[in-house]
């Protein structure tokens, strides 16, 4: 049914695509409008989308994120929930104005390092988040906060911490400038819409500067994506030309896209992931950021409940200093010693 953009809700799906005026492809059939899906038609003026009012899902998701935000104690709830408001006003802002305001980074980042600085188990805070979709938003987010707990590890000053924190939230940013139709980056992308992509990076870049002007934190939006054996882009830079603060959220960010829920509804292990970026340190990823998420993270693991891919439900009762992916873990009352029994894998890590 064709609707009026003035009627049109969060929520509501696409019946067919939506191209501007140009016959540009805006929106692809099927996609749920977000706000800033709205945002962007409104932008370009269309005047009537084709909407199937019967699939209306707004509601439901809505739902979905108070239930699973309900696991994570209020005082913290809130400024998660403020944190993202405010990012998602600060990515409306770059999307229709083209800049953003220096003040909504402040308050994106005040209330929620308040509440995160006092609770030092990273792993349950990240498991708590885990609930949360893998927008644009909630991703920079985990992002942020991860990069900010990498930069403490790291022995940087508080001051540091908070810059470094504030260049991961900002780091997808430039994501504001490319088409709705290819801004999450799907595997299935052509040649030509990877190419569009890609230069998220350097849009990055060029909104820091124009909103900021901090060529430190628009670095990071342009290096996010090079890797240290020169595999990234869009400069291809290896190890010793990527700024220090971009190392800190290029494994932060690493991090946050392997906990996603894949295409097929799979999803990596906590453990597995860990195992990943480990790996990743001796190659694509600079070793001193990897190393400090490694071996600060693996303490939090214990007394962590799991699930073992043999059926068992047991709990993390010891960490393996000579393999941190492999503990100690008590399953009623029989002790499994993940060091010796290889056969046995931990498939999920609960609160």
């Given at each position: 049914m064709l609707i009026h953009i003035d009627d049109v809700k969060q929520g509501d799906r696409l019946v067919a695509d939506a191209f501007n005026h140009s016959g540009v492809p805006l929106l692809k059939q099927g996609t749920i409008l977000s706000v800033e899906d709205i945002t962007l038609l409104l932008r370009h003026r269309l005047d009537y989308v084709d909407i199937d009012h019967s699939a209306n899902v707004a509601s439901a998701t809505s739902a979905e994120a108070v239930a699973d935000l309900r696991s994570i104690?209020?005082?913290l709830r809130q400024?998660?929930?403020l944190s993202l408001q405010t990012y998602q006003s600060l990515f409306l802002e770059s999307l229709t104005k083209g800049k953003f305001s220096g003040d909504l980074t402040e308050r994106l980042l005040d209330p929620l390092l308040l509440d995160v600085d006092r609770k030092k188990d990273v792993v349950s805070l990240l498991l708590m988040l885990e609930g949360e979709d893998d927008h644009i938003y909630s991703h920079?987010?985990?992002v942020g906060l991860l990069s900010y707990y990498i930069a403490g590890w790291l022995g940087h000053s508080e001051a540091e911490c908070y810059r470094i924190s504030r260049a991961g939230y900002l780091h997808d940013i430039g994501k504001s400038r490319l088409p709705s139709i290819i801004r999450n980056g799907k595997a299935n992308m052509n040649p030509s819409e990877l190419k569009e992509y890609r230069r998220h990076t350097q849009y990055g870049y060029d909104l820091i500067m124009e909103s900021l002007n901090d060529k430190v934190t628009a670095l990071v939006a342009l290096q996010h994506h090079e890797r240290g054996d020169g595999s990234g882009y869009p400069q291809r830079l290896y190890k010793n030309g990527i700024?220090?603060?971009t190392r800190i959220v290029s494994v932060a960010d690493e991090f946050i896209n392997m906990a996603v829920v894949n295409e097929d509804g799979s999803k990596q292990g906590l453990i597995r992931i860990l195992q990943n970026i480990y790996e990743l340190g001796f190659s694509k990823l600079h070793e001193q950021p990897v190393q400090a998420l490694i071996y600060h993270m693996s303490p939090?693991?214990?007394?962590?409940?799991v699930e073992l891919d043999n059926g068992e439900n047991g709990t993390i009762v010891l960490a393996n200093q000579t393999?941190?992916?492999r503990p100690l873990v008590q399953c009623g009352e029989q002790f499994v010693d993940l060091a010796k029994q290889r056969q046995v894998n931990i498939r999920k890590v609960f609160i």
């Amino acid at each position: 049914m064709l609707i009026h953009i003035d009627d049109v809700k969060q929520g509501d799906r696409l019946v067919a695509d939506a191209f501007n005026h140009s016959g540009v492809p805006l929106l692809k059939q099927g996609t749920i409008l977000s706000v800033e899906d709205i945002t962007l038609l409104l932008r370009h003026r269309l005047d009537y989308v084709d909407i199937d009012h019967s699939a209306n899902v707004a509601s439901a998701t809505s739902a979905e994120a108070v239930a699973d935000l309900r696991s994570i104690p209020s005082v913290l709830r809130q400024s998660i929930e403020l944190s993202l408001q405010t990012y998602q006003s600060l990515f409306l802002e770059s999307l229709t104005k083209g800049k953003f305001s220096g003040d909504l980074t402040e308050r994106l980042l005040d209330p929620l390092l308040l509440d995160v600085d006092r609770k030092k188990d990273v792993v349950s805070l990240l498991l708590m988040l885990e609930g949360e979709d893998d927008h644009i938003y909630s991703h920079s987010l985990k992002v942020g906060l991860l990069s900010y707990y990498i930069a403490g590890w790291l022995g940087h000053s508080e001051a540091e911490c908070y810059r470094i924190s504030r260049a991961g939230y900002l780091h997808d940013i430039g994501k504001s400038r490319l088409p709705s139709i290819i801004r999450n980056g799907k595997a299935n992308m052509n040649p030509s819409e990877l190419k569009e992509y890609r230069r998220h990076t350097q849009y990055g870049y060029d909104l820091i500067m124009e909103s900021l002007n901090d060529k430190v934190t628009a670095l990071v939006a342009l290096q996010h994506h090079e890797r240290g054996d020169g595999s990234g882009y869009p400069q291809r830079l290896y190890k010793n030309g990527i700024h220090a603060y971009t190392r800190i959220v290029s494994v932060a960010d690493e991090f946050i896209n392997m906990a996603v829920v894949n295409e097929d509804g799979s999803k990596q292990g906590l453990i597995r992931i860990l195992q990943n970026i480990y790996e990743l340190g001796f190659s694509k990823l600079h070793e001193q950021p990897v190393q400090a998420l490694i071996y600060h993270m693996s303490p939090n693991l214990v007394g962590k409940h799991v699930e073992l891919d043999n059926g068992e439900n047991g709990t993390i009762v010891l960490a393996n200093q000579t393999d941190l992916f492999r503990p100690l873990v008590q399953c009623g009352e029989q002790f499994v010693d993940l060091a010796k029994q290889r056969q046995v894998n931990i498939r999920k890590v609960f609160i």
